[in-house]
């Protein structure tokens, strides 16, 4: 996955640029500056993105979103949906609107059965109750939006009467129950009856947070 600062350095670097020359070139008081956008600390402030684009001979989209010209074959954009999928108790409104795109190697979403982007979408996850499946609070799920059949075990973006959900799906006496997977607060997790109205979205395979 590419971000916004591997983007600025790759043109940076793309242009024989050093860091105190695209400093300079943007009117900076410091090159430190440069180097706090690529090292993920900070991030060009939305007026400036047009000049930084300029400097580097590239476009705003490519900057913030990974796609334009400069977008290479190997990478692809998967959409953020503007919704969290709540890893909790709490009922969440599901939205299909796109926040921005995440870029992701093709041969690695490939090897996950994604061959189009178009199928695979990210959320964002609200809540504690799949910590223990290496699911943390305010982490980013990518689900493949192909596989909504069920399987036992397996973890699943799943729309039900109690909202979007992230939970690992269990088939016990002829039904299907979501479970939460929070052993040091198992109480307050407590298993759903997935019923006929909720809708399997996609499997969850993937998963980044911030340390």
Request: with cysteine; hydrophobic share 35%; glycine share 8%.
């Amino acid at each position: 996955m590419t971000t916004i600062h591997d983007r600025i350095k790759e043109r940076r670097l793309a242009k024989g640029l050093s860091m105190e020359a695209l400093a300079s070139q943007l009117g900076l008081k410091s090159w430190q500056t440069v180097q706090q956008w690529e090292n993920g600390k900070t991030a060009p402030h939305r007026k400036r993105l047009p000049d930084v684009a300029r400097e580097l001979d590239t476009t705003v989209e490519y900057l913030n979103q990974g796609i334009g010209p400069d977008a290479t074959e190997e990478h692809a954009p998967v959409r953020l949906i503007d919704a969290k999928a709540s890893a909790g108790a709490g009922r969440v409104v599901f939205s299909e609107d796109t926040l921005k795109t995440l870029m992701f190697r093709r041969d690695w979403l490939g090897r996950h059965g994604i061959t189009d982007e178009k199928y695979a979408a990210c959320f964002e996850v609200d809540g504690q109750s799949m910590v223990d499946a290496g699911i943390p609070d305010g982490s980013v799920v990518i689900t493949n939006l192909r596989e909504t059949d069920p399987h036992p075990k397996k973890i699943y973006l799943v729309h039900t009467e109690y909202g979007l959900i992230v939970k690992q799906l269990v088939h016990e006496g002829g039904r299907w129950i979501a479970r939460s997977r929070n052993e040091a607060d198992k109480a307050r997790y407590p298993d759903l009856l997935v019923g006929p109205e909720a809708r399997v979205l996609g499997r969850a395979f993937w998963c980044a947070f911030e340390l």
